[in-house]
C-alpha cells in the first residue's frame, strides 16, 4: 500500500501531496513502484494536528480519488468521517481506512454496513490534538487487543462483514 496524504501538514510528507495534480501524481507513481492499493487522505493524523472541515477534507481527497480510480487504481480512503467515506465510494474508492475504528463518527459502521465495501479498522485512543494525553496504558498490548476487539464486535453488530 502506498499512502497519499493530501494535507498542509502530514508528520510523513511535510505537505509535499496537497496539491491535487501533486497528489495524482504520487499516486501514480506509487502504483509504478509496485503499491497495489493507493491509500488516500485528507486529515493529517500528525500528533496535535487540527481537523479540517468536512467540507475541507472532501475538497482535498474526491478529485484524487476519482483521477485515479480511473487511472485503473484500487484506492482506499483514510477517513473518520462517515460522509467523505460514502462519497470516496461513490467516486471510485474501493476499501476505506478508518483510523479511528468508527468512534469518531456514530455514523461510520452502518454506513459501511450499508456501502458493503471493505472497512480498515485500527485502534484509536483520540483525535490528533488528544492522542497524546490519551495513550496512557497499564498493559499495552492486552489494552490494545481489547479496545480493537470490542470494535470488531461494534462492526460485526452494524452489519459490517
Known amino acids: 500500500m502506498g499512502v ?19 497528489a495524482v501524481a504520487h499516486g501514480l ?7 497495489d ?15 479540517p472541515t ?13 483521477e485515479l480510480a480511473a487511472a485503473g487504481a484500487v484506492v482506499s480512503v483514510d477517513t473518520m ?7 470516496a465510494l461513490d467516486v471510485g474508492a474501493q476499501l476505506i481506512n478508518d483510523v479511528s475504528g468508527g468512534l469518531a463518527d456514530p ?19 483520540g483525535h490528533a490534538t488528544a492522542m497524546q494525553a490519551n495513550a496512557v496504558y497499564g498493559d499495552v498490548v ?13 462492526a460485526l453488530r452494524a452489519g459490517i462483514r
Not at 81 to 87: F, T
Not at 117 to 124: E, I
Request: proline share 8%; no cysteine.
Open 81 to 87: 468521517r462517515a460522509e467523505v467515506a460514502a462519497r
Open 4 to 22: 497519499v496524504n493530501v494535507t498542509p501538514d502530514s508528520f510523513s510528507d511535510g505537505g509535499l501531496s496537497f496539491a491535487p495534480e501533486a
Open 54 to 66: 468536512p467540507e475541507e477534507e472532501l475538497r482535498r481527497v474526491l478529485p484524487v480519488v476519482a
Open 107 to 125: 455514523a461510520m459502521l452502518p454506513t459501511m454496513a450499508r456501502a458493503g465495501a471493505p472497512y480498515v479498522l485500527m485502534h484509536w485512543r
Open 29 to 35: 507513481a506509487l502504483l509504478e513502484q509496485g503499491a
Open 142 to 154: 492486552t489494552e490494545v487487543v481489547d479496545e480493537l476487539r470490542l470494535r470488531v464486535e461494534a
Open 37 to 51: 492499493i493507493v491509500d488516500v487522505g485528507g486529515e493529517s493524523t500528525r500528533p496535535g494536528a487540527e481537523r
